[in-house]
């Protein structure tokens, strides 16, 4: 039906042929809903684009199998008992006891255009209903954003005499039969976001945290597709939970199927019993809860989440500064000439952010104590931080500082002074993790103590740069001055703190940092502009999981650091190139005490910045690939600019193999019509190879050839020793031939 922007939709019966239909779509990909009088719009169709989606409704209409409901039903946008589904519903909750189970009248569904957003590309569908039994107003937003990333909400509003405590409120979308695989990540500390897949199969398939952040074992994405899809194949289909608290991803096929519907995928926030309860007139809405849909395997599911992020007003704009972070340096030794000859010797090699870690904070000489003291420790810092950032503003370079404010240790005067702002019970404390609590930022007293000190302290130094870490769980995470579950409200208030500091310091930059990458979401990116990925700085633990945090975020985002020649996690010695080529690809830096390099190691990591800083044009705004691997001893990993005229790519030899040599490698993403000059980049060293004699074109250092030759048939690469790293630059102009 035509759809004028903005005007309310005329809905009809839920099973009729003629049910009012609405598509939203962008870049291949299209959503279609139905329009009943009775119960919330239904999904008809997401995926491939359908231009003209008439009689799709006709062709839809569910079924009623034996033994079920006697009326056929489609799952609507918030499915319950009510209409017939036995499957995890939509929306859950109580009234002092008595169950919810509203029957939903619609009231409104408009349509508007997606703002600043070409005519007829994308678009926004809200949806009100109402519940008046039931005592409950509720209101969804659909948004189908430029590059085909569908972004959703809900919101639900007690308008009953009195209170309503809602158990869940989840974004549920059907997925068609022939998504017969699902893949998620789980992880642990220094080992984030391992994949694992598994049949699709009948059941539910749940993911939930309760960890009171996204935690280092975070779904990320939960994916379902096609039997055997990876990176660069296969239909895909894939749910993100836009939030930093307790969350629950879910995939769910039921044997009688969903009215026309195969499964579901969806999620959202995990509430606690009574953690969220409403007073008459009072709402709770969701976070956004993301949906990705892709032909073209992951990488093009991740695409649309790398376009969207892009093209948000706040993303970094400004090129990202070559970091140096002084943990691995110097860890809790802090002394100022020491850290001024890091900053020396930093910036002579070309870095352009010094960010000075842990242990700068009164009686912070190890991580016991000190936490929740945000003032200089004037034993170690006499004349205060002024000195040491002054020396490193003359050297070019800008200023980072860490802090953790969502954390206390016991032995610190935040602790001795107000040992009832901590989050947990009234009757014991709840165990410390990492020698800490979790301050009870629910409340207000809390909030405004924190944000005064990170205030003075922002003003007085004027960081470029905060590196915001939380370290632990949240254990018995109890609202003190109400004994009810407190992760919905701390995580609330962590991000009002955010965005207090961030009004107030419009250029401060924030990096999320959870004991490495245990707070990765869209939620606090929606706050921060970087995630350190991990603690972990081996480059072979590394290569993997920046490849698996690249399924959200683009390689801007996401912190990779050059550390020394033994990693401190895993006691691994690699070389100085793998080093360097894996923290390349993505916001790089260095984590190592580089005063004690020889000048042959600070002249490689000189040309290795040089080379970032080459690159960072491409590396920062091309579309992120990643091979389908045939052998598990190797990975090739790349960027290609969006309009396909330069590429590079990361070739690992993660172990040894059981072949000599690994063949023809293809280099996936590049344009056919294109020739490309492919060329060796050796600035960081060239690898090592076991094997007698190297291809002609490596020996040489570069080659021309097509495409079309590149992705279909690929380069011959030699043999490299296990733990070696290549990096191949391509570029389309002045190639002969061309």
Known sequence: MPQQPGAPIAPADPIAPDVPTVRLAAAGTALVVGVPAAGPP????????????????????????????????????????????????????????????????????????????????????????????????????????????LRTRLEATNTGADVWTPAALHVLLPVPREAGEVLDTTGRWCRERSPQRRDFAQGTLLRASRRGRTGHDAPLFLVAGTPGFGFRRGEVWGVHVAWSGDHVHLAERLPEGAGQADAVLGGGELLHPGEVRLAPGESYATPWVCFSWSDQGMDGMSARVHRWLRARPHHPAAPRPLVLNTWEAVYFDHDPDTLTRLADTAARIGVERFVLDDGWFRGRRDDTAGLGDWTVDPQVWPEGLHPLFDHVRALGMQVGLWVEPEMVNPDSDLFRAHPDWILGPADHRPPTGRDQYVLDLGRPEVAAHLLEHLDALVSEYRPDHLKWDHNRDLLEAVHGPTGGAGVHRQTAAVYALLDRLRAGHPGLEIESCSSGGGRVDLGVLERTDRVWASDVNDPLERLAIQRWTGLLLPPELVGGHVGGPVAHTTGRATDLATRCLTALIGHPGIEWDITGCTEEELA?????????????????????????????????????????????????????????????????GLRPELRYRLRLRTEAGRPLTVQRAVPDWFDRGEAVTTGRALECSGVLLPNLGPGQVLLLHLTSGDVPGR
Do not use: K
């Open 604 to 668: 490689v990591l000189a040309r290795w910045t040089a080379l970032y800083r080459e690159l960072r044009p491409l590396l920062h705004s091309g579309d992120l690939v990643r091979a389908d691997d045939p052998d598990p001893a190797e990975q090739l990993d790349g960027v290609v600019a969006r309009d396909g005229t330069e590429a590079v790519y990361r070739y690992a030899r993660l172990t040894s193999s059981v072949r000599t040599h690994p063949g023809r490698v293809r280099l996936p």
């Open 42 to 149: 239904y999904v008809l169709h997401w995926g491939a684009d359908l231009p003209d989606p008439e009689g799709l409704a006709a062709v839809s209409a569910p079924a009623v199998p034996h033994n079920t409901v006697d009326t056929a039903f489609p799952l609507s946008l918030l499915p319950g008992q009510g209409e017939g589904w036995s499957g995890h519903p939509g929306l859950s909750g109580h009234r002092e006891g008595r169950a919810t189970h509203p029957r939903w009248l619609v009231r409104e569904v408009v349509v508007d255009p997606l703002p600043d957003a070409p005519a007829g590309v994308g678009g926004v569908l809200v949806f009100t209903a109402q519940a008046p039994a039931a005592g409950l107003e509720l209101r969804g937003e659909l948004r189908m954003e430029a590059d085909g990333l």
